[in-house]
Structure formats: structure tokens, C-alpha cells
């Protein structure tokens, strides 16, 4: 799932659907100018009936530059590398992350480009 307006919202988010019941959640602020991602294990409809929700199974806090993108490795995994950290990228899943991350891309380098003619003006 995505949520990707650009225009008016201060954080983009992207939602990755891993097997085994988690959801990986990319979020990145254009206040901060950070990525975030959560991994979390999903509740189950019996913990969510009695309140409880899933639990975070890791989370980082990082710079653009440090988000690398979607790589395969050599026994074809689609593999995202967020500093040092690998997440493994579901083939029906890497499409529309990708997608996302290109448009993010676009945006970063056009707002870096509007801040140093801003700057030589």
C-alpha cells in the first residue's frame, strides 16, 4: 500500500507485506528529510479482538543517501539495504516499492536542485 501525494502531506508512506505475517513500513519526512522503517509482526485477529497490537520487530531512522534501493543477490532475492541493515523484498512486492522509491528519488533531487538556485540567485 502506498500513500505518495508529494504535494501537501509531510510524510510519504509505503507499506511492504512480507510472509510470515509482518509488514514492513517505509516513511519518510520531508520536514526531517529522513527515511524510517519499521519492521512489525502483525496481530493476529485474536490479539486485535482483545487490544493488542503487533509487535515492532526492528526500526531504523536514516538519511536519504542511506536508503540503497532494491538489489537482487546472486541466488535472485530481491534484497532492500537500508544502511547495514537487509530486508528481503517480496517479488510481488518490489514493483510498486520501487516505483516508490523512483518517485522519492525525483522529488529529493528536484528539492535539492530548488535549494541551490535559491542559493546562487
Known sequence: MT???FVGEREQVHEVHMPGSCTLTITYDQGERQFSL???RNATARQKARGIDG???TQL????DRLMGI???NRGHLLLKAESTIFWVPEKEAEGLNKWLNLL?????????????????
Open 71 to 73: 538489489r537482487r543477490d
Open 38 to 40: 519499521a519492521l512489525r
Open 61 to 64: 531512522t536514516l538519511l536519504p
Open 105 to 121: 528519488n525525483r522529488l529529493l533531487l528536484a528539492s535539492s536542485q530548488s535549494s541551490t538556485d535559491g542559493a546562487t540567485q
Open 55 to 57: 509487535a515492532t520487530l
Open 3 to 5: 500513500r505518495c501525494a
